[in-house]
């Protein structure tokens, strides 16, 4: 009997708490034609890792109102320029660009003297840092070591003076000469750039036995390119192999922060004037970082990868600080988190300042694409039995798609001000403690873009430009307001073009390449990704108070409007409803003084190569002492203002406006 009670009583928490949460999940959506409870932890703690949803959005998990110094100190760009990098930075400065990310891989040191770089490159890496410091761009150097040139290396080639087959592991050379055992190696043997893919593990007269079978013929004769590697690739933390390259690295890190410094002529300042990033992704190029992947059977049995790149943060940030004066003023982040969802703010060292993520957003087509992931639907819950299951069918390619429900390894988990778990590890903006202490943990995007020749080979390069000139100001405007502290864009130019990741246009990368000084008029030559972001700068800098502190958090209390269109339409059932417009109406407050907000709004479509015609809606926001407030709509795309009108009643800021699929601002200017 007690247990048939307590059964009944547990039954009854359960519907209870169901019910409550349907209750909350369902007004975290539509009801009628209006959207209402814009904000709510719930948009994110109800997607677990492991889950994904189409319909709830993480990033309305909170809404925060952010000072505009914020978003102007914000804007970075990845800077590989070779040929006359003064003109490009700039082009780059004059339309608002802050900060630049560069590699300086630790391949580009001297051989036979780590204290210097390559000769051929040491100057291009100066002019390089010498034209971001004329035109006050603060340089982030990437620290990476990718297997193609992993260390210091010498080249050599090396004739084979009888056929070696496929499988085979002994080649004999016409000479050993200079090989050493464990350092030296073939290169590029599987047909990937890779230097010493296939280690030497043993030398007898002149034959070596190297440490993988070969996947191709080599015939008698050829010539083969061996490389001969400073440091040994990464073994377990503790070995004495790993220690020798550790020390190698910290080398590497003294070399390029004694270069930099020296270039920019910052050695007796607080602020050394530069910033580091350790490491660029581990999707490609990471190699050197296991020293198991250049042996056919497992070299090192004790080996973690996750322990390398963590022992190496950690290792990193120690010997930054044993060397404090050497990095005044330089903020460090951890590009190990680049592209996997595992390090999170509560793992890193005191010294270490940000974490790293790379959000390029990929083409994909539902139901097709749809993940392996459990999915959570509108309410909240978890479409368990196949029968309750439903998919929306539509496509997506649109610059914030890591911070949707789309991916578990939603970004958001780590830009919030709300700390989540990951397997039991805290994550979020708050999620460190040091000495006690929560300290802030931001997001440095070093890389992101769209390409839309990814997405259509043929697409025309005026067409390219305006798609990316959306992209820019819905990654500006939205991410610098959800948690990242920096966002680089990729790229200036190099090799890019206007039809894929080139931010600058190609006609003045072109006039950089044979000119000397600046265009005196350049409208011809600026992108329009360049022109609509120096257009929201001009508007968060006008009266701006780069020492605001009283910032006031806007609130959304309701989105009306009259059309109900969505993105993807559902199954006309409560827990799969359309995703309509409203839903993924984003705001985003900035503050510029005491009584002026810059606030870019706008409908984040799915699909970004995909045009929206403007539509209206009508926004009540929190209008506490804002009943005088004046109210201005401009599109900083079209350098227009458009029309809005506003009516304050009960304290509330009621305005009508049109949105569309790219940043228009809202500017209040409060006049009480």
Same mark, same amino acid.
């Given at each position: 009997?007690?247990?048939?009670?307590?059964?009944?009583?547990?039954?009854?928490?359960?519907?209870?708490?169901?019910?409550?949460?349907?209750?909350?999940?369902?007004?975290?959506?539509?009801?009628?034609?209006?959207?209402?409870?814009?904000?709510?932890?719930?948009?994110?703690?109800?997607?677990?890792?492991?889950?994904?949803?189409?319909?709830?959005?993480?990033?309305?998990?909170?809404?925060?109102?952010?000072?505009?110094?914020?978003?102007?100190?914000?804007?970075?760009?990845?800077?590989?320029?070779?040929?006359?990098?003064?003109?490009?930075?700039?082009?780059?400065?004059?339309?608002?660009?802050?900060?630049?990310?560069?590699?300086?891989?630790?391949?580009?040191?001297?051989?036979?003297?780590?204290?210097?770089?390559?000769?051929?490159?040491?100057?291009?890496?100066?002019?390089?840092?010498?034209?971001?410091?004329?035109?006050?761009?603060?340089?982030?150097?990437? !620290?990476?070591?990718?297997?193609?040139?992993?260390?210091?290396?010498?080249?050599?080639?090396?004739?084979?003076?009888?056929?070696?087959?496929?499988?085979?592991?002994?080649?004999?050379?016409?000479?050993?000469?200079?090989?050493?055992?464990?350092?030296?190696?073939?290169?590029?043997?599987?047909?990937?750039?890779?230097?010493?893919?296939?280690?030497?593990?043993?030398?007898?007269?002149?034959?070596?036995?190297?440490?993988?079978?070969?996947?191709?013929?080599?015939?008698?004769?050829?010539?083969?390119?061996?490389?001969?590697?400073?440091?040994?690739?990464?073994?377990?933390? $503790?070995?004495?192999?790993?220690?020798?390259?550790?020390?190698?690295?910290?080398?590497?890190?003294?070399?390029?922060?004694?270069?930099?410094?020296?270039?920019?002529?910052?050695?007796?300042?607080?602020?050394?004037?530069?910033?580091?990033?350790?490491?660029?992704?581990?999707?490609?190029?990471?190699?050197?970082?296991?020293?198991?992947?250049?042996?056919?059977?497992?070299?090192?049995?004790?080996?973690?990868?996750?322990?390398?790149?963590?022992?190496?943060?950690?290792?990193?940030?120690?010997?930054?600080?044993?060397?404090?004066?050497?990095?005044?003023?330089?903020?460090?982040?951890?590009?190990?988190?680049?592209?996997?969802?595992?390090?999170?703010?509560?793992?890193?060292?005191?010294?270490?300042?940000?974490?790293?993520?790379?959000?390029?957003?990929?083409?994909?087509?539902?139901?097709?694409?749809?993940?392996?992931?459990?999915?959570?639907?509108? !309410?909240?819950?978890?479409?368990?039995?196949?029968?309750?299951?439903?998919?929306?069918?539509?496509?997506?390619?649109?610059?914030?798609?890591?911070?949707? $429900?789309?991916?578990?390894?939603?970004?958001?988990?780590?830009?919030?001000?709300?700390?989540?778990?990951?397997?039991?590890?805290?994550?979020?903006?708050?999620?460190?403690?040091?000495?006690?202490?929560?300290?802030?943990?931001?997001?440095?995007?070093?890389?992101?873009?769209?390409?839309?020749?990814?997405?259509?080979?043929?697409?025309?390069?005026?067409?390219?430009?305006?798609?990316?000139?959306?992209?820019?100001?819905?990654?500006?405007?939205?991410?610098?307001?959800?948690?990242?502290?920096?966002?680089?864009?990729?790229?200036?130019?190099?090799?890019?073009?206007?039809?894929? !990741?080139?931010?600058?246009?190609?006609?003045? !990368?072109?006039?950089?390449?044979?000119?000397?000084?600046?265009?005196?008029?350049?409208?011809?030559?600026?992108?329009?990704?360049?022109?609509?972001?120096?257009?929201?700068?001009?508007?968060?800098?006008?009266?701006?108070?780069?020492?605001?502190?009283?910032?006031?958090?806007?609130?959304?209390?309701?989105?009306?409007?009259?059309?109900?269109?969505?993105?993807?339409?559902?199954?006309?059932?409560?827990?799969?409803?359309?995703?309509?417009?409203?839903?993924?109406?984003?705001?985003?407050?900035?503050?510029?003084?005491?009584?002026?907000?810059v606030i870019p709004y706008y409908i984040m479509t799915r699909n970004l190569m995909e045009d929206m015609v403007s539509e209206s809606f009508t926004i009540k926001i929190n209008g506490?002492?804002?009943?005088?407030?004046?109210?201005?709509?401009?599109?900083?795309?079209?350098?227009?203002?458009?029309?809005?009108?506003?009516?304050?009643?009960?304290?509330?800021?009621?305005?009508?406006?049109?949105?569309?699929?790219?940043?228009?601002?809202?500017?209040?200017?409060?006049?009480?």
């Amino acid at each position: 009997m007690i247990f048939t009670i307590k059964k009944i009583i547990n039954v009854a928490i359960i519907v209870i708490a169901t019910f409550i949460l349907l209750i909350a999940s369902h007004n975290a959506f539509s009801i009628g034609n209006q959207l209402k409870f814009y904000t709510d932890e719930s948009y994110l703690m109800n997607i677990p890792f492991g889950t994904h949803s189409h319909w709830l959005q993480p990033w309305r998990a909170y809404l925060e109102t952010v000072p505009a110094k914020k978003f102007l100190d914000g804007i970075g760009i990845v800077f590989q320029e070779k040929q006359n990098p003064k003109l490009i930075a700039q082009m780059l400065a004059k339309h608002g660009v802050r900060h630049a990310r560069f590699e300086i891989s630790w391949g580009m040191l001297d051989y036979g003297d780590e204290t210097k770089l390559i000769t051929n490159k040491e100057t291009e890496f100066k002019n390089r840092l010498i034209a971001l410091k004329n035109f006050g761009i603060r340089p982030l150097i990437l !620290l990476n070591s990718n297997h193609g040139l992993p260390c210091p290396i010498k080249l050599q080639n090396k004739r084979v003076t009888t056929t070696a087959h496929i499988g085979d592991r002994k080649i004999i050379l016409d000479s050993v000469n200079n090989l050493s055992v464990g350092y030296s190696g073939l290169s590029n043997i599987s047909g990937k750039k890779w230097a010493a893919e296939a280690l030497i593990t043993e030398i007898r007269g002149n034959q070596i036995t190297i440490s993988k079978p070969l996947s191709k013929n080599i015939m008698a004769g050829s010539s083969i390119e061996i490389a001969t590697l400073k440091y040994k690739p990464f073994s377990s933390p $503790g070995t004495i192999d790993y220690q020798e390259t550790l020390s190698g690295w910290f080398n590497y890190i003294n070399t390029i922060a004694g270069f930099v410094t020296k270039t920019l002529e910052t050695e007796n300042n607080d602020d050394k004037g530069f910033d580091l990033e350790i490491w660029n992704e581990l999707t490609f190029g990471s190699n050197f970082l296991n020293i198991n992947s250049y042996y056919e059977h497992q070299l090192d049995e004790h080996y973690s990868k996750k322990d390398i790149s963590n022992n190496l943060i950690g290792e990193t940030a120690r010997y930054i600080d044993n060397h404090s004066n050497d990095f005044l003023g330089v903020k460090i982040t951890n590009g190990f988190a680049n592209t996997i969802p595992w390090p999170a703010s509560s793992q890193l060292p005191p010294r270490i300042h940000a974490l790293s993520k790379h959000p390029y957003p990929k083409f994909k087509k539902y139901p097709q694409d749809e993940p392996k992931s459990k999915p959570v639907n509108a !309410l909240g819950l978890r479409d368990l039995e196949f029968q309750s299951k439903f998919t929306p069918h539509y496509s997506t390619f649109f610059p914030e798609s890591s911070a949707t $429900g789309l991916l578990s390894s939603t970004i958001v988990r780590d830009m919030a001000p709300i700390t989540s778990e990951v397997h039991g590890v805290d994550h979020g903006r708050y999620g460190r403690k040091i000495s006690g202490q929560v300290v802030s943990t931001p997001i440095w995007i070093t890389e992101a873009n769209v390409s839309p020749s990814n997405y259509d080979p043929n697409i025309s390069n005026e067409r390219a430009l305006k798609i990316k000139a959306k992209a820019a100001a819905r990654y500006f405007c939205f991410f610098l307001n959800k948690g990242a502290e920096r966002l680089y864009l990729f790229a200036a130019g190099g090799r890019w073009k206007d039809n894929n !990741l080139a931010v600058v246009q190609e006609n003045f !990368l072109k006039y950089a390449f044979s000119n000397s000084d600046y265009p005196i008029k350049d409208d011809f030559y600026i992108s329009p990704a360049l022109k609509v972001l120096k257009r929201i700068c001009d508007q968060m800098t006008l009266n701006i108070d780069s020492d605001l502190v009283d910032i006031k958090q806007l609130k959304i209390i309701s989105i009306t409007d009259s059309h109900n269109h969505y993105q993807f339409q559902g199954n006309n059932i409560e827990k799969h409803p359309n995703l309509y417009n409203r839903d993924v109406f984003t705001f985003l407050p900035f503050q510029v003084n005491q009584k002026k907000f810059v606030i870019p709004y706008y409908i984040m479509t799915r699909n970004l190569m995909e045009d929206m015609v403007s539509e209206s809606f009508t926004i009540k926001i929190n209008g506490e002492q804002l009943s005088k407030a004046s109210v201005q709509v401009y599109d900083p795309i079209n350098n227009r203002k458009l029309p809005v009108s506003t009516k304050y009643s009960h304290d509330n800021l009621s305005i009508k406006l049109t949105a569309t699929d790219y940043p228009y601002l809202l500017i209040i200017n409060n006049n009480t």
